[in-house]
């Protein structure tokens, strides 16, 4: 299937070109109603009059409740259509805090009430039996990644056979995880594309380790939109064989197996859309769409063969755009 996938993926100048208006039509188009979502999550600190942090004050909204942590702080969703939310603590008077579009963070004094009824109605308060820690989430991920590479320096050297394997698109099956804290995205992924043609004995594979790092700059219940820096490693390794299973040892020795290992480095600077579905507890699914700008890191690729290391003075190209999809199940507290 990657193979066929390979053979319709010759991306040219003019495919790159109209790849990257589709990319901005899409957002274009997608954001502004994205941006609706129903909840945002608003965030903050409270204090007593002296600035010392309370714990266990109650923060109220109509999505649900939730209690500051040891050192004050609390992360709790809203609807959109929220305009305010309560915060309550025994011994301290109830506050009403007005909500603004703008505002998601929030530094909340308490002040000590003087008044015993209301000292004792807030006697009836359910205690906190845990208090809210910073938001984190854990994160499986299957997804595919790919962008083009012109080898045409190399023609003369591996000859046409090899080129129709290896020049065009590189596309891997990524396999990742990850997790987030407090908007700060982190991910790890590995990477892997096989290609084969048994009739020439020609085989061309691919490994690739990548470290992703992102911050959420919106994060909401449907949708989040994050900007997003990566580092990739890839392995090329171009193997030829005689496919006949038995052939004399002058023709061995005469035309030998080739096995070629190319390492190159590269980044990414870019942003993630990422749709969510199917919440339940913090635990939900997700479809994640990536494109970045894509750039070598070693101008020159490190070659090698199985005991040597290679000098040449060809190089290869690789396509300023990176794309991909993935398709995630994030555990979330």
């Known amino acids: 299937m990657v193979s066929n996938l390979l053979s319709f993926a010759k991306l040219k100048p003019i495919d790159l070109?109209?790849?990257?208006?589709?990319?901005?039509t899409l957002s274009l188009f997608i954001l502004p109603i994205l941006l609706s979502a129903e909840k945002r999550i608003i965030e903050g600190h409270i204090t007593d009059q002296e600035c010392n942090a309370i714990p266990g004050a109650k923060i109220s909204t109509d999505y649900g409740e939730v209690f500051s942590n040891p050192n004050g702080d609390f992360y709790i969703a809203v609807?959109?259509?929220?305009?305010?939310?309560?915060?309550?603590?025994?011994?301290?008077?109830?506050?009403?805090?007005?909500?603004e579009e703008e505002i998601s963070e929030f530094n909340i004094v308490m002040r000590?009430?003087?008044?015993?009824?209301d000292y004792t109605s807030q006697l009836n308060m359910k205690s906190p039996e845990s208090y809210t820690e910073k938001k984190s989430e854990f994160y499986l991920s299957v997804g595919f990644n790919g962008f083009a590479m012109d080898f045409s320096e190399f023609e003369h050297l591996l000859g046409s056979d090899n080129m129709d394997?290896?020049?065009?698109?590189?596309?891997?099956?990524?396999?990742?995880?990850g997790g987030s804290v407090n908007r700060h995205y982190y991910k790890f992924s590995l990477g892997l594309m096989a290609?084969?043609?048994?009739?020439?004995g020609i085989e061309y594979n691919t490994t690739k380790y990548k470290i992703d790092y992102g911050y959420n700059i919106i994060d909401r219940t449907h949708f989040a939109l994050r900007p997003l820096a990566s580092v990739n490693w890839y392995r090329f390794r171009l193997l030829n064989y005689d496919p006949e299973n038995e052939i004399p040892l002058t023709d061995y020795l005469s035309e030998r197996d080739l096995d070629l290992r190319i390492n190159q480095i590269t980044g990414n600077l870019g942003g993630e859309m990422e749709f969510k579905f199917n919440e339940n507890n913090g635990n939900y699914y997700s479809l994640i769409l990536y494109g970045a700008y894509h750039f070598k890191i070693n101008q020159n690729p490190w070659i090698y063969s199985r005991r040597n290391k290679l000098k040449t003075s060809a190089n290869y190209e690789v396509s300023p755009l990176a794309i991909g999809a993935t398709f995630s199940f994030n555990f979330g507290n």
């Not at 939310?85 to 007005?98: C, D, E, K, M, P």
């Not at 000590?112 to 009824?117: D, G, K, Q, R």
């Not at 290609?195 to 020439?200: A, F, Y």
Request: net charge negative; hydrophobic share 50%; no cysteine.
């Open 112 to 117: 000590e009430s003087n008044n015993m009824a």
């Open 195 to 200: 290609l084969e043609d048994s009739i020439g």
């Open 17 to 24: 070109i109209m790849m990257k208006q589709l990319l901005i």
């Open 165 to 177: 394997l290896i020049d065009g698109a590189a596309i891997t099956l990524d396999l990742g995880i």
């Open 79 to 99: 609807n959109e259509n929220t305009e305010s939310f309560t915060v309550a603590l025994t011994g301290y008077l109830t506050q009403v805090i007005l909500l």
